[in-house]
Protein backbone atom coordinates (compact mmCIF):
# COMPACT_ATOMS: atom_id res chain seq x y z
CA UNK A 1 0.00 0.00 0.00
CA UNK A 2 1.39 3.76 -1.46
CA UNK A 3 1.83 6.20 1.39
CA UNK A 4 -0.75 8.51 -0.43
CA UNK A 5 -3.47 5.73 0.71
CA UNK A 6 -2.84 5.64 4.49
CA UNK A 7 -4.74 7.20 7.05
CA UNK A 8 -2.11 10.09 8.26
CA UNK A 9 -4.97 11.59 10.87
CA UNK A 10 -8.92 11.74 12.10
CA UNK A 11 -11.11 12.04 8.64
CA UNK A 12 -13.60 15.19 8.69
CA UNK A 13 -16.54 12.61 8.17
CA UNK A 14 -15.60 10.76 11.27
CA UNK A 15 -14.39 14.64 13.19
CA UNK A 16 -18.49 16.08 12.62
CA UNK A 17 -19.32 13.70 15.29
CA UNK A 18 -17.86 14.97 17.81
CA UNK A 19 -18.57 19.10 16.58
CA UNK A 20 -21.60 21.23 17.36
CA UNK A 21 -22.98 21.25 13.48
CA UNK A 22 -24.35 25.00 13.16
CA UNK A 23 -27.76 25.10 12.00
CA UNK A 24 -30.79 27.49 11.40
CA UNK A 25 -34.42 27.68 12.17
CA UNK A 26 -37.22 25.85 9.78
CA UNK A 27 -37.75 27.10 6.90
CA UNK A 28 -41.07 27.71 4.77
CA UNK A 29 -40.91 28.86 1.05
CA UNK A 30 -44.99 29.94 1.34
CA UNK A 31 -44.36 32.86 3.92
CA UNK A 32 -44.43 35.98 1.75
CA UNK A 33 -44.02 39.57 2.77
CA UNK A 34 -47.87 40.06 3.67
CA UNK A 35 -47.65 44.20 2.86
CA UNK A 36 -51.20 44.01 2.68
CA UNK A 37 -51.75 43.00 6.78
CA UNK A 38 -48.95 45.92 7.44
CA UNK A 39 -50.63 48.45 5.11
CA UNK A 40 -54.25 48.47 6.52
CA UNK A 41 -55.04 50.13 9.05
CA UNK A 42 -56.86 48.54 11.97
CA UNK A 43 -59.51 49.37 14.24
CA UNK A 44 -60.46 47.49 17.27
CA UNK A 45 -63.85 45.71 17.56
CA UNK A 46 -64.56 45.44 21.23
CA UNK A 47 -68.39 43.98 20.75
CA UNK A 48 -67.02 41.50 17.75
CA UNK A 49 -69.38 43.39 15.32
CA UNK A 50 -68.53 46.21 13.50
CA UNK A 51 -71.13 48.57 11.90
CA UNK A 52 -70.66 51.00 8.81
CA UNK A 53 -73.43 53.60 8.83
CA UNK A 54 -73.97 55.22 5.77
CA UNK A 55 -76.35 57.39 4.12
CA UNK A 56 -79.44 56.41 2.57
CA UNK A 57 -79.35 55.80 -0.52
CA UNK A 58 -82.37 56.84 -3.01
CA UNK A 59 -81.79 55.34 -6.07
CA UNK A 60 -80.92 51.16 -6.89
CA UNK A 61 -77.12 51.42 -8.45
CA UNK A 62 -76.32 49.80 -11.60
CA UNK A 63 -75.30 46.26 -11.07
CA UNK A 64 -73.69 43.29 -12.99
CA UNK A 65 -76.38 40.92 -14.11
CA UNK A 66 -75.31 37.19 -13.89
CA UNK A 67 -75.64 35.43 -17.12
CA UNK A 68 -74.48 31.56 -17.83
CA UNK A 69 -72.88 30.70 -20.56
CA UNK A 70 -73.72 27.10 -21.92
CA UNK A 71 -71.58 26.53 -25.37
CA UNK A 72 -73.02 29.71 -27.23
CA UNK A 73 -76.18 30.11 -25.27
CA UNK A 74 -76.56 32.59 -23.02
CA UNK A 75 -79.41 32.68 -20.02
CA UNK A 76 -79.92 35.05 -16.42
CA UNK A 77 -82.73 34.91 -14.15
CA UNK A 78 -85.58 37.34 -14.89
CA UNK A 79 -84.77 38.96 -11.15
CA UNK A 80 -81.13 39.69 -12.56
CA UNK A 81 -83.08 42.67 -14.83
CA UNK A 82 -83.61 44.48 -11.34
CA UNK A 83 -79.82 45.04 -11.48
CA UNK A 84 -80.80 47.92 -14.52
CA UNK A 85 -81.75 50.78 -12.52
CA UNK A 86 -84.02 51.47 -14.84
CA UNK A 87 -86.03 48.46 -14.98
CA UNK A 88 -85.70 48.10 -10.79
CA UNK A 89 -89.23 49.60 -10.04
CA UNK A 90 -91.22 46.94 -12.83
CA UNK A 91 -94.05 44.94 -11.34
CA UNK A 92 -92.62 40.88 -11.25
CA UNK A 93 -95.37 40.30 -14.64
CA UNK A 94 -93.43 42.63 -16.65
CA UNK A 95 -89.90 41.41 -15.29
CA UNK A 96 -90.66 37.86 -15.82
CA UNK A 97 -92.44 38.40 -19.28
CA UNK A 98 -89.31 40.57 -20.59
CA UNK A 99 -86.94 38.35 -19.70
CA UNK A 100 -88.10 35.41 -21.96
CA UNK A 101 -88.19 37.52 -24.96
CA UNK A 102 -84.41 38.00 -24.44
CA UNK A 103 -82.21 36.90 -27.72
CA UNK A 104 -79.46 35.37 -27.98
CA UNK A 105 -76.94 37.10 -30.38
CA UNK A 106 -73.29 36.17 -31.67
CA UNK A 107 -71.26 38.98 -33.11
CA UNK A 108 -67.61 39.38 -34.33
CA UNK A 109 -65.20 41.97 -33.68
CA UNK A 110 -65.50 45.36 -34.37
CA UNK A 111 -69.25 45.42 -34.95
CA UNK A 112 -70.88 48.47 -34.66
CA UNK A 113 -74.08 47.58 -32.43
CA UNK A 114 -75.37 51.57 -31.70
CA UNK A 115 -74.63 54.32 -34.33
CA UNK A 116 -74.43 57.74 -32.66
CA UNK A 117 -77.09 59.79 -34.70
CA UNK A 118 -79.56 57.02 -35.08
CA UNK A 119 -82.15 55.07 -33.16
CA UNK A 120 -81.88 51.53 -33.36
CA UNK A 121 -84.10 50.71 -30.01
CA UNK A 122 -82.33 47.53 -28.50
CA UNK A 123 -81.31 46.76 -24.68
CA UNK A 124 -78.07 44.77 -24.97
CA UNK A 125 -76.92 42.73 -21.84
CA UNK A 126 -73.23 41.30 -22.58
CA UNK A 127 -72.82 37.41 -22.29
CA UNK A 128 -69.03 37.26 -23.19
CA UNK A 129 -67.01 39.85 -24.73
CA UNK A 130 -65.99 43.30 -24.61
CA UNK A 131 -67.78 46.70 -26.49
CA UNK A 132 -66.33 49.87 -26.48
CA UNK A 133 -68.44 53.20 -26.09
CA UNK A 134 -67.72 56.34 -28.80
CA UNK A 135 -69.08 59.72 -28.75
CA UNK A 136 -68.06 62.10 -30.66
CA UNK A 137 -65.67 64.95 -29.38
CA UNK A 138 -66.05 68.74 -29.63
CA UNK A 139 -63.40 69.03 -32.20
CA UNK A 140 -65.30 65.80 -34.53
CA UNK A 141 -62.60 62.57 -33.52
CA UNK A 142 -63.98 59.49 -31.56
CA UNK A 143 -63.56 59.20 -27.98
CA UNK A 144 -63.62 56.61 -26.46
CA UNK A 145 -65.63 56.91 -23.07
CA UNK A 146 -66.08 53.76 -21.63
CA UNK A 147 -65.09 50.07 -21.70
CA UNK A 148 -67.80 47.05 -20.75
CA UNK A 149 -67.35 43.65 -20.43
CA UNK A 150 -69.10 40.64 -19.38
CA UNK A 151 -72.56 41.46 -17.10
CA UNK A 152 -72.78 44.85 -18.08
CA UNK A 153 -75.28 46.18 -20.52
CA UNK A 154 -76.44 49.44 -22.82
CA UNK A 155 -78.99 51.14 -25.03
CA UNK A 156 -82.36 50.96 -22.42
CA UNK A 157 -82.35 54.47 -22.30
CA UNK A 158 -83.09 53.89 -26.43
CA UNK A 159 -85.44 51.51 -25.65
CA UNK A 160 -87.69 53.30 -24.04
CA UNK A 161 -87.18 57.07 -25.73
CA UNK A 162 -87.42 57.69 -29.55
CA UNK A 163 -84.17 59.81 -29.35
CA UNK A 164 -81.40 59.17 -31.29
CA UNK A 165 -78.47 57.54 -29.64
CA UNK A 166 -75.71 59.65 -28.03
CA UNK A 167 -72.93 57.17 -28.88
CA UNK A 168 -71.34 54.74 -30.87
CA UNK A 169 -71.05 51.00 -29.60
CA UNK A 170 -68.58 48.38 -31.11
CA UNK A 171 -67.46 45.00 -30.35
CA UNK A 172 -63.70 44.97 -29.52
CA UNK A 173 -64.01 40.80 -29.64
CA UNK A 174 -66.30 38.44 -30.66
CA UNK A 175 -69.30 38.80 -28.19
CA UNK A 176 -72.42 36.88 -26.93
CA UNK A 177 -75.32 39.09 -26.83
CA UNK A 178 -78.90 39.04 -25.10
CA UNK A 179 -81.16 41.39 -26.64
CA UNK A 180 -84.44 43.17 -26.24
CA UNK A 181 -85.56 45.00 -28.99
CA UNK A 182 -88.25 47.74 -28.93
CA UNK A 183 -90.71 45.69 -30.51
CA UNK A 184 -90.23 42.76 -28.80
CA UNK A 185 -91.21 44.95 -25.56
CA UNK A 186 -94.42 46.41 -27.52
CA UNK A 187 -95.43 42.88 -28.24
CA UNK A 188 -94.72 41.97 -24.01
CA UNK A 189 -96.86 45.02 -23.01
CA UNK A 190 -99.81 44.37 -25.32
CA UNK A 191 -100.19 40.81 -24.02
CA UNK A 192 -102.30 41.97 -20.94
CA UNK A 193 -104.10 44.53 -20.65
CA UNK A 194 -102.84 47.54 -18.27
CA UNK A 195 -99.15 46.57 -18.59
CA UNK A 196 -98.41 49.11 -20.30
CA UNK A 197 -99.84 52.10 -18.32
CA UNK A 198 -98.13 50.00 -15.17
CA UNK A 199 -94.50 49.96 -17.20
CA UNK A 200 -94.57 53.84 -18.00
CA UNK A 201 -95.57 54.52 -14.82
CA UNK A 202 -92.33 52.49 -13.31
CA UNK A 203 -90.27 54.30 -15.94
CA UNK A 204 -92.13 57.63 -14.79
CA UNK A 205 -91.16 57.40 -10.98
CA UNK A 206 -87.76 56.29 -11.53
CA UNK A 207 -86.86 59.34 -13.85
CA UNK A 208 -88.63 61.69 -11.42
CA UNK A 209 -86.70 59.79 -8.48
CA UNK A 210 -83.43 60.33 -10.37
CA UNK A 211 -83.92 64.09 -10.79
CA UNK A 212 -83.81 64.66 -6.75
CA UNK A 213 -80.41 62.87 -6.09
CA UNK A 214 -76.92 62.97 -6.88
CA UNK A 215 -74.24 60.82 -9.00
CA UNK A 216 -74.07 58.71 -5.99
CA UNK A 217 -77.81 57.74 -5.64
CA UNK A 218 -78.29 59.88 -2.47
CA UNK A 219 -80.74 62.54 -1.87
CA UNK A 220 -80.02 65.86 -2.78
CA UNK A 221 -79.50 68.11 0.52
CA UNK A 222 -81.72 71.65 -0.33
CA UNK A 223 -79.68 74.46 -0.22
CA UNK A 224 -80.27 78.29 -1.11
CA UNK A 225 -76.59 80.66 -2.28
CA UNK A 226 -76.55 83.96 -3.12
CA UNK A 227 -76.80 87.68 -2.07
CA UNK A 228 -80.76 88.17 -2.95
CA UNK A 229 -82.72 89.04 -0.04
CA UNK A 230 -86.15 87.70 0.87
CA UNK A 231 -85.43 84.40 -0.14
CA UNK A 232 -86.72 81.73 1.55
CA UNK A 233 -84.04 79.43 3.26
CA UNK A 234 -84.92 75.56 2.27
CA UNK A 235 -85.34 73.32 4.80
CA UNK A 236 -83.38 69.45 4.64
CA UNK A 237 -82.32 66.66 6.56
CA UNK A 238 -79.29 63.73 5.65
CA UNK A 239 -81.91 60.25 5.97
CA UNK A 240 -79.49 56.85 6.88
CA UNK A 241 -80.03 53.92 5.63
CA UNK A 242 -81.92 51.90 7.91
CA UNK A 243 -79.89 48.24 7.46
CA UNK A 244 -76.97 49.35 7.50
CA UNK A 245 -74.14 46.42 7.02
CA UNK A 246 -72.40 44.77 9.88
CA UNK A 247 -68.86 43.09 9.97
CA UNK A 248 -68.29 40.38 12.28
CA UNK A 249 -65.07 39.04 12.83
CA UNK A 250 -63.86 35.77 11.45
CA UNK A 251 -61.60 33.60 12.92
CA UNK A 252 -59.12 30.97 11.66
CA UNK A 253 -58.08 28.25 14.05
CA UNK A 254 -56.27 25.17 14.00
CA UNK A 255 -54.50 22.94 16.92
CA UNK A 256 -50.68 22.48 17.52
CA UNK A 257 -50.05 19.26 18.95
CA UNK A 258 -46.41 18.34 20.42
CA UNK A 259 -45.48 15.79 22.01
CA UNK A 260 -44.04 16.25 25.19
CA UNK A 261 -41.20 14.06 24.96
CA UNK A 262 -39.85 16.04 22.03
CA UNK A 263 -40.85 19.20 23.99
CA UNK A 264 -38.66 18.12 27.05
CA UNK A 265 -35.68 16.68 25.59
CA UNK A 266 -34.71 18.30 22.37
CA UNK A 267 -35.12 22.24 22.95
CA UNK A 268 -31.63 23.07 22.20
CA UNK A 269 -30.58 25.33 20.15
CA UNK A 270 -34.08 25.85 19.43
CA UNK A 271 -36.79 25.39 21.09
CA UNK A 272 -39.58 22.93 19.41
CA UNK A 273 -42.75 24.04 20.61
CA UNK A 274 -41.51 28.29 19.49
CA UNK A 275 -40.46 26.69 16.17
CA UNK A 276 -44.14 24.60 15.68
CA UNK A 277 -45.95 27.95 17.12
CA UNK A 278 -43.75 30.08 14.89
CA UNK A 279 -44.05 28.49 11.86
CA UNK A 280 -48.23 27.64 12.42
CA UNK A 281 -48.73 31.17 13.15
CA UNK A 282 -46.99 31.56 9.63
CA UNK A 283 -49.38 29.56 8.28
CA UNK A 284 -52.44 31.37 9.68
CA UNK A 285 -51.04 34.86 8.71
CA UNK A 286 -50.68 33.65 5.16
CA UNK A 287 -54.78 32.44 5.25
CA UNK A 288 -55.44 35.74 6.67
CA UNK A 289 -54.75 37.76 4.17
CA UNK A 290 -56.09 35.36 1.63
CA UNK A 291 -59.04 35.69 3.21
CA UNK A 292 -58.97 39.66 3.50
CA UNK A 293 -58.66 39.15 -0.49
CA UNK A 294 -60.90 36.47 -1.79
CA UNK A 295 -63.55 35.83 1.37
CA UNK A 296 -66.91 35.94 -0.44
CA UNK A 297 -68.80 37.32 2.62
CA UNK A 298 -65.88 40.22 3.34
CA UNK A 299 -63.31 39.64 0.83
CA UNK A 300 -62.32 42.82 -0.84
CA UNK A 301 -62.33 41.23 -4.43
CA UNK A 302 -65.75 40.60 -3.54
CA UNK A 303 -66.84 44.14 -2.09
CA UNK A 304 -65.70 46.03 -4.82
CA UNK A 305 -69.31 48.37 -5.91
CA UNK A 306 -69.65 47.87 -9.89
CA UNK A 307 -69.35 51.03 -10.29
CA UNK A 308 -65.55 50.96 -9.52
CA UNK A 309 -64.91 47.87 -11.65
CA UNK A 310 -63.04 48.16 -14.95
CA UNK A 311 -61.37 45.90 -17.54
CA UNK A 312 -58.12 46.39 -19.59
CA UNK A 313 -57.87 48.19 -23.04
CA UNK A 314 -56.36 45.07 -24.80
CA UNK A 315 -55.73 42.96 -21.91
CA UNK A 316 -52.04 43.47 -20.80
CA UNK A 317 -51.87 46.27 -17.84
CA UNK A 318 -50.70 49.53 -19.91
CA UNK A 319 -49.95 52.77 -18.23
CA UNK A 320 -53.41 54.18 -19.51
CA UNK A 321 -55.42 51.44 -17.30
CA UNK A 322 -54.26 52.54 -13.84
CA UNK A 323 -54.76 56.23 -14.87
CA UNK A 324 -58.11 55.06 -15.15
CA UNK A 325 -58.07 53.01 -11.84
CA UNK A 326 -56.56 56.25 -9.98
CA UNK A 327 -59.75 58.44 -11.97
CA UNK A 328 -61.70 56.64 -10.09
CA UNK A 329 -60.29 56.08 -6.60
CA UNK A 330 -58.70 59.41 -6.63
CA UNK A 331 -60.09 60.68 -3.04
CA UNK A 332 -56.13 60.09 -1.54
CA UNK A 333 -55.37 56.86 -3.22
CA UNK A 334 -52.89 54.91 -1.00
CA UNK A 335 -51.60 51.88 -3.27
CA UNK A 336 -52.71 49.38 -5.69
CA UNK A 337 -52.60 45.68 -4.91
CA UNK A 338 -51.52 42.90 -7.80
CA UNK A 339 -50.37 39.86 -8.13
CA UNK A 340 -46.29 39.84 -9.02
CA UNK A 341 -46.90 38.84 -12.53
CA UNK A 342 -49.43 42.10 -12.84
CA UNK A 343 -47.09 44.12 -11.92
CA UNK A 344 -44.02 42.60 -14.10
CA UNK A 345 -46.47 42.79 -17.02
CA UNK A 346 -47.24 46.72 -16.71
CA UNK A 347 -43.69 47.36 -16.29
CA UNK A 348 -43.18 45.56 -19.69
CA UNK A 349 -45.85 47.88 -20.98
CA UNK A 350 -44.12 50.80 -19.72
CA UNK A 351 -40.42 49.54 -20.76
CA UNK A 352 -42.46 49.07 -24.37
CA UNK A 353 -43.75 52.78 -24.62
CA UNK A 354 -40.48 53.98 -22.84
CA UNK A 355 -42.28 55.35 -19.36
CA UNK A 356 -40.04 53.43 -17.21
CA UNK A 357 -42.07 53.70 -13.41
CA UNK A 358 -40.35 54.76 -10.12
CA UNK A 359 -39.45 52.85 -7.90
CA UNK A 360 -39.74 53.75 -3.92
CA UNK A 361 -38.36 51.72 -1.03
CA UNK A 362 -41.03 50.30 1.34
CA UNK A 363 -40.65 48.47 4.54
CA UNK A 364 -36.70 48.44 3.65
CA UNK A 365 -37.40 46.83 0.05
CA UNK A 366 -37.79 48.92 -3.21
CA UNK A 367 -40.96 48.81 -5.10
CA UNK A 368 -42.59 50.50 -8.41
CA UNK A 369 -44.98 53.40 -7.70
CA UNK A 370 -47.21 54.91 -10.74
CA UNK A 371 -48.10 58.40 -10.31
CA UNK A 372 -46.42 58.31 -7.12
CA UNK A 373 -49.05 55.55 -5.71
CA UNK A 374 -46.78 51.86 -4.86
CA UNK A 375 -47.97 48.95 -6.81
CA UNK A 376 -47.60 46.13 -3.51
CA UNK A 377 -47.08 42.71 -4.44
CA UNK A 378 -49.32 39.64 -3.22
CA UNK A 379 -49.83 36.24 -4.47
CA UNK A 380 -53.35 35.93 -2.83
CA UNK A 381 -55.11 37.84 -6.10
CA UNK A 382 -55.76 34.82 -7.38
CA UNK A 383 -54.74 34.03 -11.09
CA UNK A 384 -57.83 32.48 -13.77
CA UNK A 385 -56.31 30.19 -15.91
CA UNK A 386 -57.29 27.41 -18.64
CA UNK A 387 -53.81 25.93 -17.66
CA UNK A 388 -53.97 24.16 -13.90
CA UNK A 389 -50.31 22.98 -14.45
CA UNK A 390 -49.08 26.97 -14.35
CA UNK A 391 -51.27 28.70 -12.12
CA UNK A 392 -48.82 31.93 -12.61
CA UNK A 393 -50.16 32.63 -15.90
CA UNK A 394 -53.65 34.04 -17.21
CA UNK A 395 -55.76 37.00 -15.69
CA UNK A 396 -55.96 38.56 -12.63
CA UNK A 397 -57.05 41.72 -11.64
CA UNK A 398 -55.59 45.24 -9.42
CA UNK A 399 -57.17 47.18 -6.54
CA UNK A 400 -56.69 50.20 -5.67
CA UNK A 401 -57.24 51.77 -2.27
CA UNK A 402 -58.25 54.57 0.18
CA UNK A 403 -57.64 53.79 3.01
CA UNK A 404 -58.20 54.72 7.07
CA UNK A 405 -61.21 55.46 9.18
CA UNK A 406 -60.94 58.92 8.67
CA UNK A 407 -60.42 58.95 5.15
CA UNK A 408 -63.73 56.76 4.76
CA UNK A 409 -61.99 53.94 3.09
CA UNK A 410 -60.34 50.74 3.56
CA UNK A 411 -59.77 49.18 6.94
CA UNK A 412 -58.72 46.11 8.83
CA UNK A 413 -60.96 44.96 11.90
CA UNK A 414 -59.75 43.12 15.28
CA UNK A 415 -59.98 42.79 18.55
CA UNK A 416 -56.85 43.25 20.77
CA UNK A 417 -56.80 42.18 24.52
CA UNK A 418 -58.38 38.56 23.81
CA UNK A 419 -57.91 35.82 26.43
CA UNK A 420 -54.38 33.99 25.53
CA UNK A 421 -53.16 36.91 23.44
CA UNK A 422 -49.99 36.31 22.11
CA UNK A 423 -49.89 38.79 19.07
CA UNK A 424 -53.02 41.33 18.76
CA UNK A 425 -56.22 39.69 18.22
CA UNK A 426 -54.44 36.08 17.86
CA UNK A 427 -54.66 33.58 21.20
CA UNK A 428 -53.13 30.44 22.10
CA UNK A 429 -54.85 27.89 24.43
CA UNK A 430 -53.75 24.69 26.30
CA UNK A 431 -56.03 22.19 25.21
CA UNK A 432 -54.50 19.61 27.61
CA UNK A 433 -52.95 16.29 27.23
CA UNK A 434 -53.80 13.03 26.22
CA UNK A 435 -53.12 9.66 27.34
CA UNK A 436 -49.73 9.44 24.43
CA UNK A 437 -48.31 12.68 26.16
CA UNK A 438 -48.95 14.99 23.29
CA UNK A 439 -49.88 18.49 24.09
CA UNK A 440 -52.56 20.30 21.98
CA UNK A 441 -52.36 24.29 21.64
CA UNK A 442 -56.04 26.15 20.05
CA UNK A 443 -54.50 29.24 18.20
CA UNK A 444 -57.09 31.77 17.11
CA UNK A 445 -57.14 34.72 14.94
CA UNK A 446 -59.78 36.86 14.78
CA UNK A 447 -60.45 39.53 11.74
CA UNK A 448 -62.28 40.99 9.38
CA UNK A 449 -61.67 44.19 6.75
CA UNK A 450 -64.43 46.97 6.04
CA UNK A 451 -64.59 49.06 2.61
CA UNK A 452 -67.07 52.43 4.47
CA UNK A 453 -67.85 53.77 1.24
CA UNK A 454 -68.14 52.55 -2.25
CA UNK A 455 -65.57 54.83 -3.87
CA UNK A 456 -62.56 53.68 -1.60
CA UNK A 457 -61.59 50.64 -3.61
CA UNK A 458 -61.64 50.29 -7.09
CA UNK A 459 -60.22 47.47 -9.18
CA UNK A 460 -59.15 46.73 -12.44
CA UNK A 461 -60.59 43.10 -14.46
CA UNK A 462 -59.14 41.12 -16.96
CA UNK A 463 -55.18 41.61 -16.56
CA UNK A 464 -53.81 39.52 -18.94
CA UNK A 465 -49.99 38.93 -17.76
CA UNK A 466 -48.51 36.43 -20.49
CA UNK A 467 -48.04 39.36 -23.23
CA UNK A 468 -44.83 39.53 -24.14
CA UNK A 469 -43.64 42.18 -27.12
CA UNK A 470 -41.03 40.89 -29.41
CA UNK A 471 -38.20 43.44 -30.11
CA UNK A 472 -36.21 44.01 -33.39
CA UNK A 473 -32.72 42.80 -32.95
CA UNK A 474 -29.52 44.08 -35.62
CA UNK A 475 -27.21 41.24 -34.23
CA UNK A 476 -23.96 42.89 -32.54
CA UNK A 477 -25.00 46.68 -33.45
CA UNK A 478 -28.49 46.60 -32.04
CA UNK A 479 -27.99 48.72 -28.74
CA UNK A 480 -25.61 51.27 -30.84
CA UNK A 481 -28.59 51.58 -34.00
CA UNK A 482 -31.42 52.11 -30.88
CA UNK A 483 -28.88 55.24 -29.90
CA UNK A 484 -29.11 56.66 -33.27
CA UNK A 485 -24.98 56.38 -33.97
Known sequence: MTDN???RSVTTSVARNLANTTKTSPKMMSITP??????LP???VNGGTYRVNRTKVELTKAERIGVDVTGNVASFSPEALRGVPLFSGLPEAIISRMANRFKNEEVSLGNKLIVEGEDRSK???IAQGQVEVLSKGIHGSNLRIALLTEGEFFGETELISDRPSDVTIRTITPCILLTLSRKDLDSVLSEVPNLSDEFQRAIAQHQELRSTVNRYGERN?????GFAENVEIPETFVDYSANPREYSLS????????HTRVSDLYNDPFNQLEEQMRLTIEGIKERQEWELINSKKFGLINSVDPAMRISTRYGAPTPDDLDELLALVWKKPAFFLAHPKAIAAFERECTWRGVPPATTVLFGTPVVTWRGVPLVPCDKLEMQSRYQSNQWFGTTSILLFRVGEADQGVIGLHQAGIPGEIMPS???RLMGLDSLGVASYLLTLYFSCAVLTDDALGVLENVEVGYYHDYEHTGGNSFVHGLGI
Open 5 to 7: LLQ
Open 123 to 125: FFI
Open 34 to 39: RWLLSL
Open 426 to 428: LSA
Open 42 to 44: WVQ
Open 221 to 225: IDLVS
Open 251 to 258: AVQTVVRV
